[in-house]
C-alpha cells in the first residue's frame, strides 16, 4: 500500500511536470490521451479522447483552390466604394448615438424594453465601425 501511494505521487508529479493534473493525466502532448491539450480541454474526462479536433477522411480545400472559388471583382480595390462604406458605418453609428443622448426613448422603466432594442441595434451598428477599424490595421 505504501508503495502503491509513492508510484501516485511520482506519477502526479510528473504529471504536473507535463501539464497535467495532480493524477498525472491530460498533460500537453501526452500520448495517453491521444495527443491532449490543456487540462480541462478535449482529453479522456470527456469522452472524446483528445480526438475534438480531428477530421480523419475529411477533405479540405488547399489555399488555391479557395482562393479560385471566389470572384475576381472582390480582390479589385476601390478607394471610393470603401471610403463611402466607411462613411456610411461612421454616420449611422453617430445617428444611434444621437437617439440615444437625445431624449427619444424617455429615461423610464416603461421604456426598458425600447432600451434593449436600441442597445442591441446600436451595438450592431457600432461593431461594424469597429470592425472595419480593426481590419484597417491589418494593413
Request: some cysteine; charged content about 20%.
Amino acid at each position: 500500500r505504501a508503495a502503491a501511494r509513492g508510484a501516485a505521487r511520482a506519477a502526479s508529479r510528473a504529471g504536473r511536470r507535463r501539464g497535467g493534473d495532480k493524477h498525472g493525466r491530460g498533460g500537453f502532448f501526452d500520448p495517453a490521451d491521444g495527443g491532449g491539450g490543456a487540462p480541462g480541454r478535449a482529453g479522456d474526462d470527456d469522452g472524446l479522447n483528445g480526438q475534438a479536433i480531428r477530421a480523419a477522411g475529411t477533405q479540405f480545400p488547399s489555399r488555391k483552390e479557395v482562393i479560385a472559388a471566389i470572384p475576381k471583382e472582390c480582390f479589385k480595390k476601390d478607394t471610393v466604394k470603401s471610403l463611402a462604406y466607411a462613411a456610411t458605418s461612421l454616420a449611422m453609428t453617430l445617428a444611434c448615438g444621437a437617439v440615444g443622448l437625445s431624449g427619444v426613448i424617455p429615461y423610464t422603466w416603461a421604456a426598458a424594453p425600447l432600451w434593449l432594442l436600441y442597445g442591441a441595434v446600436t451595438g450592431c451598428v457600432a461593431t461594424g465601425c469597429w470592425v472595419a477599424a480593426h481590419e484597417c490595421g491589418h494593413g
